[in-house]
């Protein structure tokens, strides 16, 4: 399945949360779902859930999803 890289903009303090519970071996819902509409708003179909990759080092601060998409959507 081909992946599908999604950043989506964050403030600190929600990427400092994110990365913790990632750390944990939990999820962020928010960003999970926001991450898995992004996909859908790009006219893909998710084959998996997100995984968080990681944050960004600069600014904008963003968290960075990657997503299994189908093949049989197109943008």
Same mark, same amino acid.
């Given at each position: 399945?081909?992946?599908? !890289?999604?950043?989506?903009?964050?403030?600190?303090?929600?990427? @400092?949360?994110?990365?913790?519970? &990632? !750390?944990?071996? @939990? &999820?962020?819902?928010?960003? @999970?779902?926001?991450? !898995?509409?992004?996909?859908? !708003?790009?006219?893909?179909?998710?084959?998996?859930?997100?995984?968080?990759?990681?944050?960004?080092?600069?600014?904008?601060?963003?968290?960075?999803?990657?997503?299994?998409?189908?093949?049989?959507?197109?943008?």
């Amino acid at each position: 399945m081909p992946l599908m !890289r999604i950043h989506l903009d964050t403030d600190p303090t929600t990427a @400092r949360r994110v990365l913790a519970l &990632h !750390r944990a071996g @939990r &999820h962020h819902h928010e960003s @999970r779902d926001a991450a !898995r509409s992004e996909v859908w !708003r790009h006219g893909r179909t998710p084959a998996a859930e997100p995984v968080f990759v990681g944050v960004t080092n600069g600014k904008p601060l963003r968290l960075i999803y990657d997503v299994e998409v189908h093949f049989d959507t197109t943008p």
